[in-house]
């Protein structure tokens, strides 16, 4: 049984071969510079996702994590030179408020340290008539209101906001941020449920 095969075959000059067949390399995946472009993401884009996968985004780590952000985020907006200067504050509060309760302890001894005095009666005022002056001239003299101090914030209330304000901060972060000891922090934390 012999059959016979009948082959055809196209046959192309070189200037008609570009023509008719595509010379271009499609089907390898490799995508033009202006292809990767149109699909990188927006800043809008990227902060939507941002959002999307806040919580799933580790919280420290050499990468990949919130760590690494504002690290790397700090050094492109000089962060560290106001976070230097709040640390210089922290500290200048920390030595003013040791100072102030050496001041009250010094006051307490030295109110502690004064006799009492014997009752004095109080000098009776013979009463006077009013003296009425003619055409008087009064002036009014304003005295600007001191301003109210500021309302201080027990510890106890500042930790408290603090885990209301940063759920998922460990406790050497929120110690170091309230100036705090890592104890009393947890003890606020049990008593609170925190």
């Known amino acids: 049984m012999s059959n016979n095969i009948k082959l055809n075959k196209d046959v192309f000059n070189k200037n008609s071969y570009t023509k008719v067949i595509d010379t271009k390399f499609k089907e390898l995946g490799v995508k033009t510079v202006e292809e990767q472009i149109q699909e990188q993401p927006s800043v809008q884009e990227f902060f939507n996702m941002y959002n999307e996968l806040f919580f799933q985004i580790n919280e420290l780590g050499p990468t990949n994590s919130h760590e690494f952000l504002v690290k790397t985020s700090g050094e492109y907006i000089n962060f560290s030179a106001e976070n230097d200067i709040i640390l210089l504050l922290q500290a200048e509060i920390a030595t003013l408020r040791e100072q102030l309760l050496e001041a009250q302890k010094q006051s307490a001894d030295f109110v502690s340290s004064i006799p009492e005095l014997p009752d004095i009666p109080e ?55 309230l100036n705090l000891s890592k104890s009393f922090i947890k003890k606020i934390k049990k008593e609170n449920n925190l």
């Open 123 to 177: 000098p009776e005022i013979p009463e006077s008539e009013p003296i009425e002056i003619p055409n008087p001239v009064v002036e009014t003299i304003t005295q600007p209101q001191p301003a109210a101090p500021p309302k201080t914030i027990s510890n106890k209330q500042r930790v408290i906001d603090d885990f209301k304000k940063y759920p998922k901060s460990t406790k050497n972060k929120r110690a170091a941020r």
